[in-house]
């Protein structure tokens, strides 16, 4: 499930019934946008290089996210 650390981000759902397997997009999304690195070293451990490419496609990930995170995208193994 999600670390408790990572919980904050998701003020607006229960995080007990939000399951990463299921919703991996909408998590890597908001991670993106309000993230702190160690968010973000979780969910780039969790998470496959297709289903980050398919979080970044979402329009929840500002341009700015994007621009951002594609480069590292790339590099992903």
Known sequence: MIPSNIKRYFW????????????????????LEYGRPD???WAWRSFSKKEWG?????REVSRKSKNF?????????
């Open 54 to 58: 398919k979080a970044l496609k979402l």
């Open 39 to 41: 968010a973000i070293r």
């Open 69 to 77: 995170w594609l480069p590292f995208l790339s590099n992903k193994q």
């Open 12 to 31: 607006e759902v229960d995080t007990e019934k939000l399951n990463p397997k299921k919703r991996p997009e909408y998590i890597i999304s908001r991670l």
